[in-house]
Every structure is written in C-alpha cells, then in structure tokens.
C-alpha cells in the first residue's frame, strides 16, 4: 500500500507542551482522522506537516518527500485548510479564491468556480459578509481548485452547526471518491471522524495512543461494567479509563477476552457487562487515564 | 521576477483600491496647508504630502495583512518568505516612483528657473523616501505592523523633520543670490549629465534598498507567523 504521510519520531518542544515521538502514516487514497481533545497537539502536528513550524526532532515525509527540504514542492500538491480562515475580509470571495488560488500552479479557475456554485458561495460577497460555514466552505474551495493528492484539514467543523457539518462531511466523501485524493482530517468531534474516516489516530498530550483502521478499533475495543463485588485494585491493569462507582466501576480494554479470562478467574462469580464503544467513549477514557497518571 | 512577487504587489494595491480617494484627499488638504503657511515652498509641501502618503501606503498593507492575518495563510502557500518581502519592497518602490515622477513633473512645469534647484530636491526628496522605507520595513517585517508603528512614528517623525530642515535650506538657499553652496549645488548639476545624476542616484538608491530587504528577509524568516 502506498504511503502518502509517514511521520515517524516527531518531538516539537513547546515550554509546557511537547509532542512526544508522534508516529503514524495515511496510505494514499484514504481517510484519516485525528481526534484529540483541544490542547492534546493535534494543530501542532499538522503545522510540522505543513512545515509552517519547526520541530526538534524525528521525519515528516509526505509523497516520499522531505517535509522541510521539499516544502515548496509538497505546498502546490496538497490542500490545507486551518483552524481559522483568513482572507482579506473587504475583498470578495471571488477576489480572494483567485488571488490565494493563483499561487498554486495547477489552481483550476473554472474548477474554483464550479465549487463556488456547488458551495453556494455568492463570489461578489465580501468575506466579511459570509457566515462561519460559508467562510470553511471558501477555505475548502480553496484548498482543492488545484485538485490536491492530500487534503489536510484542520477543525473544519469545528463552531458549525450540525448541517452545515454533515453538509461539509458529505463533500469531503465524494472528494475522495471523485478526485482520488487523501484527508487527513483533524477534530475533537469524533462522531464527524466515525462517519467518514477509514483510519483513526487518538492524541492525548502531545502523545499518540492509538492509530489504526478505524474498524479494527471498534471491533477491538469494549466496555466493561463491573459489579462491586469485584475490586479493580485485584486485577493487572488491563483496563484504561476506570471509573469507580456506587454499584461497581467501569473500564475499556482492547482485550477483552483476555481481561475475561483474568477477572472470572480471580473473581468466578463476577457480574458484569461487555458493551460495545464509541469513539467518543474511547477519548472520554483515554482523556480520563491520562489525568489519572497525571496525578 | 516571479509571477507570485508581481501577484502579491498588484495585492498591495488592489487591497487599498478603496482608500485612493482618501489618499488624493490627505496628499490635497496637506498641499494647501503647506501652500497656505508658504507659498512659494510648493515642493516641499507636495514632497511632506507624499512622503505621508507612502507612509499610510504602507502602514495600511501591513494593517491589512495583520487584521486578517493573512500572512498566515500566504506563508502555508507555496510562496517563500522571500518572495514575501521582495513584493512588499516592490509594491512600496512602485508609489514613491509615482509620487517622485509627479514631483519631477510638478517641479519642472512650475519652476523652469530653478531647474538645478528642482533636480536637487527631486532626488533629495526620493532618497529620503528610500531611507524612510529602508528603515521602516525591516522593523515592520521583524515585529509586525502593531508593535513596528508605535516604533516607526517616532522613526519618521524624525526623518519628517530632517526631510523639512533640508528641503526648507535646499529652497531658501536656492532663491538667494550669492550665496556659494547653492549656486555652486546648482551648477555644478547642471554641469552634470543627467545620465551620471541617474547613475549615482540609482547606485544609492539599490545598495539602500537591497540591504535593507535582504535584513527584512532575516528578520521575516525568522519570525514565528504561528
């Protein structure tokens, strides 16, 4: 399978943040989405991609190219959409979409207006003049009127309302089925991740917990309700994200049948509940641990 | 030159389309208030009013870019940093060119007689623009337009007043009758060829101008935009 993104070993040093070895690779022609909670490195681990930061340490390679030594080159083949957008906001639309579009030597303007109609974006409107959803449906315009391989995206639904955001997660599908190219889709709003990603990477502090297909995590994953009449202090540690309770505690593992094994065998008439999980819960728990070693 | 150097200069001045009328409005009111309190000084007062100009001339691009923060989005294109400064310089050489070409005209069509004395102040006028921007750019590059402003007021308050001092001498000194630097200031330009005027005026004006973009290309690199 081909690798369009590989970050390997990346260290990027802040005074009170750090990202620690993030590691983990798109194959071409895939989703990928980045969950995290706000403040967990997602932002800055794609301005690393972007080469729009510098880091201490590890690669980016994103087509086979050197992330730093080829940014100009990875620059006009992918499409990045940030956090905020910003345009000049007493221009219009139009103005904008052909005056950031020009720097891409491949930017398409017939393509650039097609999106603009698809988008309902009125190109004599000033951008000052546009809503939230419009200003990201711009951006979006943007980043793809030069038919990029990679689309990175940076909390684009982040502030919209619901559909405005199914609308967004609907043409970032048929990007992918039209156009042949990669997402690379960051958010804290994991449902919009489990609708469209095929690949999902977590990040709590600056650290990767879990990258792998999407799929594969929410069949790996369960949710174990415990009755009290066990005691978690009695059992290895399998479970991440415990949560003690009045009638018992709860935890998530991606063994759920070893942790079976070890709980019915300590406790042989242990009461308890498999539950399927979410993304959101896995965050939830992942978020929880952390704050738990943390103290 | 790049397409994407010529693309972002022509921005500098789309993105102020709207201010034009501003601009003519502030280059007239100071005209007359100069002409008002002297009126034989015409050329210093057009000079002040365009040195006003080119200062709010750059002062809004880089507002502009700031406000928006625009030079976030232009620096995740593929565009260097480079290209960045060199069009800002280019942009900004572009008005004072004008405003200097309007002078020259605005000089030689009011006062033939004085042709040596207009050629001095001409080029005065431009390299004290060059100096202006010289010192201005590189500070704006480096801390950006809010923090560079408060800095550069005092910078240009302070080239207003030699620019002032040397035009009001320049033109004083020009209508008296014996008095040596200036008779011998405009003899001996206009025993000069304007061939070897330009040269010498064109050699300043680039050594000037390319050390100061090259110090703004540092300062701009370095620069954390995120």
């Known amino acids: 399978m081909d690798v369009i993104l590989d970050v390997e070993g990346l260290v990027k040093k802040y005074e009170r943040f750090s990202l620690k070895e993030v590691s983990f690779r798109i194959p071409k022609g895939y989703i990928m989405g980045f969950i995290g909670r706000n403040g967990a490195g997602k932002t800055t681990v794609i301005k690393c991609i972007m080469d729009l930061i510098p880091f201490e340490a590890g690669s980016i390679e994103v087509f086979g190219l050197d992330s730093r030594r080829c940014s100009d080159e990875i620059r006009r083949r992918v499409g990045y959409v940030s956090e905020e957008h910003y345009f000049y906001e007493n221009m219009t639309a139009g103005w904008n979409l052909d005056f950031f579009g020009g720097f891409y030597p491949k930017h398409d303007r017939d393509l650039a207006s097609s999106l603009m109609r698809k988008f309902d974006i009125d190109p004599s409107k000033k951008v000052s003049e546009l809503s939230k959803g419009m200003k990201v449906k711009l951006a979006l315009a943007l980043a793809l009127s030069h038919r990029p391989e990679l689309l990175i995206l940076d909390e684009p639904t982040s502030g919209l309302d619901p559909v405005i955001r199914n609308e967004l997660l609907e043409l970032l599908m048929e990007v992918v089925q039209d156009e042949n190219c990669s997402i690379f889709f960051s958010s804290h709003i994991t449902s919009d991740i489990e609708k469209i990603a095929d690949f999902v990477t977590f990040i709590e502090d600056g650290r990767i917990v879990i990258s792998d297909v999407k799929d594969a995590i929410l069949d790996k994953w369960r949710l174990f309700r415990i009755d009290n009449n066990c005691s978690i202090a009695g059992l290895s540690g399998r479970l991440i994200g415990v949560k003690i309770g009045e009638f018992g505690f709860s935890g998530m593992t991606d063994d759920p049948q070893g942790f079976i094994r070890e709980l019915t065998g300590k406790y042989p008439d242990a009461r308890y509940k498999v539950e399927k999980v979410s993304l959101d819960d896995i965050l939830i728990r992942i978020v929880r641990e952390e704050e738990a070693n943390e103290g | ?226």
């Open chain 2, 1 to 226: 030159m790049k397409d994407e150097t010529i693309r972002l200069a022509v921005k500098d001045f789309q993105i102020q389309a709207k201010s034009i009328k501003s601009y003519v409005i502030t280059l007239l009111v100071f005209i007359a208030i100069f002409l008002i309190m002297s009126p034989k000084q015409y050329q210093m007062a057009f000079s002040m009013a365009a040195l006003v100009t080119l200062y709010r001339f750059i002062n809004s691009t880089m507002y502009e870019d700031e406000k928006n923060n625009t030079l976030r989005l232009i620096d995740s294109l593929p565009v260097g940093r480079e290209t960045v400064v060199r069009a800002r310089y280019l942009s900004t050489g572009i008005l004072a060119a004008v405003m200097i070409i309007v002078l020259g005209a605005v000089s030689f069509i009011a006062d033939r007689t004085y042709a040596g004395a207009s050629a001095a102040l001409t080029i005065c006028t431009f390299l004290v623009y060059i100096i202006a921007m010289s010192v201005y750019m590189p500070v704006g590059f480096k801390l950006g337009y809010l923090k560079a402003v408060n800095i550069n007021r005092f910078v240009f308050i302070g080239i207003f007043i030699l620019f002032g001092s040397i035009s009001m001498l320049i033109g004083s000194l020009g209508t008296r009758q014996g008095v040596s630097l200036t008779e011998s200031t405009i003899v001996l330009l206009d025993n000069t060829s304007p061939a070897l005027i330009t040269a010498v005026f064109a050699v300043v004006t680039l050594v000037l101008y390319i050390v100061s973009m090259k110090v703004s290309v540092v300062f701009y690199k370095k620069r954390e935009l995120f």
